[in-house]
């Protein structure tokens, strides 16, 4: 369910300093795949059959998430949805490119991230509902994920706080000399933070086993990343935090894999972090709450369009006879009935329980807490159920 | 035992933590070869090597965001604002992330760390070395706020700190590192986090201060002892949590009180203690609830002796709430 602003009769002036050109991917990145979704075979990394068809697998299986969060979104069964069109060759490469014991610092759009990890589609649908089975028992917003036991770190919504974080969380992995590496990933938007600049110089300075995941869809929000930076390349950045720094087409799987693979090594033998910049287009809007025909140029998406990063891996895997229309068909239905069965499931859950507000504060609850909990109790008893006067959010 | 400043005091936890628990870091700017400028952490780098004492780049927010993800993978970090008035770039990294991380995750990720913070006045620091700013952090759930005000509690409340399962920003009154002295024993031990202590006992007004101001109520007693007021003062020592009991204990039995801190009166932590003591002891109080505090004034620089509450100020409040 991608955006249909190809469809737009709006036109927006290019004078704002808004993206204007139609598509031409930057020549610096490194490609696998060509435009006519031929391998390089100098720079194909060498996958096995199995790990091919699972990256593939997950990235069709993030695109059905993100097309029915949208839809329950728009059928106001969830009040929030923050989808990641266009963006899983990157959230899968990165991925296919980790140990289950690596460190994954997440934005809010990696859901690819949680499924090619392993979280349960059960427990991601249940935090979009908030309910009694989400892990965050409904505390923040949809597509805040955390999974403690995966080593996926609890989604934040301030941009790029997870950067720095990650750099913390690999630093103690190698100062008690053990393996594992942090991979963090952020917007083109992210790097204007204060957090991104703390994460890349603490981890050159610290040399740290971190990977740096910059997904530069092209905007943050509505403002373009000709208005984040001036710098020609994000990539470039890394020269002033003393680490490599490579660009790699975002919407090529396998170039997204054999650069992460490439930095987690490079992290894992102790030779410190890297930034990564994955050039891509942010095929859908921020949130569902956004309409980019408001500030996008309908040109860079139907050039975008054409590069879909599924439609090209699938070419890819084809070519390879690896896949055909019968495993597409098979595999679709597959998808689509598993979600289906835990979004049916999910929705059945209750609301967490009133208690639950005052749980995890502290790890024990402060007089303070008990006491407003006790107030809270009585006031229920004496006026019974609470009306929910929300309104629906952005209003 | 060994006499003691409340400088050392730090040191000496710092050292007793580290040694038993290798957990423990510490980092933050010039707190390694250097020991930190107040010298908080002198030779712990030699004792300990540069792994767990670490300097760090010039930035508040990437030591907090450091210390959250490092403690977020198994360590017992211990991270250092050089001074109070430096937090504010970590504002983000505390407030919204370690204060809010178990409660987001669903118990799911911690981050227990102590933020250890030189803070207020009285040193001719000017208004960028001067503030406390306690009110930010009580205002956020998920954090504890600790305030020391001599040597021994120091010593047991971070020691308390260090093993505390929630984050904990640790305010250390500068203006008392090397002004008071006191007996600390050598072995681990601890101090409650949550308890106030009644410094000293008195009948007719409740003195109720934290951190540098405790040695001005004590002051301020003896001032008030000739002019007939006996004062009780109580050393709050944890803002939050809250010793509730102790406070509205002391009211009970006195009905008059002085609030007494350092940072500016206008939502300071007073107004939250007299709202309680409206809320809990209403019908206890003789007298209104007396405040003094810093002006709503950024804090000066040479003016501060008369910014800052000292004890004839409190003394005139005292008889102020004792005659009313």
Known sequence: MLEKNSKSKKKKTSSNGHAKAPFVLRPDCLRVLDEANRPNTKVEPKLSKEVLIRMYRQMQMTRFFDERGMLLQRQGRIGFYVPSFGQEAIQIGTSAALKQNDWIFPSYREPGVFISRGASLFEMLCNLWG???DVCKGRQMPVHYSFSDLRLFSVSSPISTQVIQAVGA????????EKDVAITYFGDGGTSENDFHTGLTFAGVMKTPTVFICTNNQFAISVPTAKQTAAERIADKAIGYGMPGVAVDGNDVLAVYAATQEAVDRARRGEGPTLIECVTFRMGPHSSSDDPTRYRDSKMYDAWAKRDPIQRFRQYLEGKKLWDAKKQEELEKELKATLAEAVEKAEKEPAPSIETLFEDV???????????QEALQKEQELRGKFENTSEAFPL | MANLTLVQAVRDALLTEMTLDPRVVLMGEDVGLNGGVFRATEGLQKEFGEDRVM??????????????????????PVPEIQFMDFIFPAFDQIVSEVAKL?????????CPMVIRTPYGGGIKGGHYHSQSGEVYFTHTAGLKVVVPSNPYDTKGLLIAAIRDPDPVLFMEPKRLYRSVKGEVPEEAYTVEIGKAQVVRPGKDVTLIAWGAMVPVCLKAAELCEPRGADCEVIDVRTLVPLDEETILESVRKTGRVVIVHEAQKTCGFGAEISALISEEAILSLEAPIVRVTGLDTPFPYTLEHIYLPDPERV?????????F
């Open chain 1, 131 to 133: 309910n009694a089975s």
């Open chain 1, 170 to 177: 690999s630093l103690a992995s190698k100062i008690r000399k």
């Open chain 1, 362 to 372: 502290y790890e024990q609850p402060t007089a303070q807490l008990l006491r407003q």
């Open chain 2, 55 to 76: 300097d760090t780049p010039l930035a508040e927010s990437g030591i907090i965001g450091l210390a959250c993800g490092m403690a977020v993978n198994g360590m017992k």
């Open chain 2, 102 to 110: 178990r409660y987001r995750s669903g118990g799911g990720f911690t």
């Open chain 2, 315 to 323: 003394a005139l409040a005292v008889g102020k709430v004792k005659n």
